[in-house]
């Protein structure tokens, strides 16, 4: 566990709750504090938009210059990291992410188009970035074709390979299994985040931890898109709790306070979301659901939707 490295997503993954917008004080505020904390890396946005496209976008949905440089005067000691999907990227906007001082990129690995990674990843070796791989909606995936995409990453000297839960569908056990499989079959450090659709996103991160998971994503009060994630200061209380103290907690807690008081979009694990978990739906399928609600009548549609959807799968895989 003193290997763990922990990467705050509190402007990234917490930018879905605001569209990306933050005021420049709150931006100075969390960066500041987790700066100071010892966090390793923070994670200030997407370059140039998320997957799909979004009206109004705020800065940390784009990260273009200024918005960068103002990050880079609050984060001192911490490593600046910015996330983006490959088709979104050309080769100036690494140089100029670069020359803002980033530091670390994590690209987002497209499953269904695995070239677009690799022509991403050509690009970006040409700098000196940390490059972090990102690989989402892993319970939709078998372990043996989450195996095979890493063996292939690791090819490329990457610093590590993040797997995401992004329903947030999965079990202790079954996070236990799954890295215990990818331990032995491949090389490259692994890192894992988790959501809390099921209010198992600190089991999860434990029982990642546990199997020998070296990179950790956080973010504080567990802001983020749906359920929210993993909390900082909840799995850093654990540490702490094992005697593994790297990091502040006392700070910590101080700043996820002040983001529930300043945002009104504490995750509360809203029940459409727990649903969602349980049939590891994404937040995409929860579209095509609709948006009338009634916990009952959606936990059946979601059923329903989850079974014809497992059918299709099987004959079209």
């Known amino acids: 566990m003193n290997n763990i490295q922990l990467l705050d ?47 109004n976008l705020g800065d940390a949905g784009m990260c273009a210059r200024d918005y960068l440089e103002y990050c880079r005067k609050w ?7 910015v996330i983006f999907h490959p088709k979104n990227i050309q080769p100036h906007d690494l140089n100029e992410m670069l020359d803002c001082g980033v530091q670390s990129i994590r690209i987002c ?48 000297d990457v ?23 990818l331990k032995e079959k491949c090389q ?19 029982a990642a931890i546990k199997q020998g998971v070296q990179f950790i994503d956080a973010s504080l009060s567990g802001l983020g898109k749906g359920a929210g994630n993993l909390r900082t200061e909840g799995i850093v209380s654990f540490l702490h709790s094992e005697g593994i103290k790297q990091y502040d907690l006392c700070k910590l807690i101080e700043a996820a306070e002040y983001v529930k008081l300043k945002l009104d979009t504490a995750n509360n694990s809203p029940a459409k979301d727990i649903i969602l978990g349980v049939f590891d739906l994404s937040q995409d399928d929860a579209v095509n659901l609709g948006e009338f609600f009634n916990s009952k009548d959606y936990y059946y549609k979601a059923e329903q939707y989850y079974s014809d959807r497992k059918v299709v799968l099987e004959i079209d895989p």
């Open 188 to 206: 490259v450090p692994l890192g894992f985040h988790a959501h809390d659709n099921l209010f198992l996103a600190q089991a999860n991160a434990v």
């Open 75 to 81: 984060v001192k000691l911490a490593k600046l990291t």
């Open 159 to 181: 610093k590590g390979v993040y797997l995401a839960d992004s329903n947030g569908s999965l079990t202790p056990q079954e996070i236990e299994n799954l890295f215990g499989f």
């Open 109 to 156: 690995f497209p499953a269904q188009n695995p070239a677009l990674w690799f022509k991403s990843i050509h690009m970006a070796k040409q700098n000196n970035f940390e490059i972090f791989v990102n690989i989402t909606r892993i319970s939709q995936y078998t372990r043996e074709q989450i195996c095979e995409w890493i063996i292939e990453i690791a090819k490329y």
């Open 9 to 55: 997503v509190t402007l990234r993954d917490g930018g879905y709750k605001t569209n990306f917008h933050f005021s420049l004080e709150m931006i100075k505020s969390i960066l500041t504090t987790l700066d100071q904390s010892g966090v390793d890396y923070i994670e200030v946005g997407y370059r140039n938009g998320p997957f799909k496209s979004m009206p």
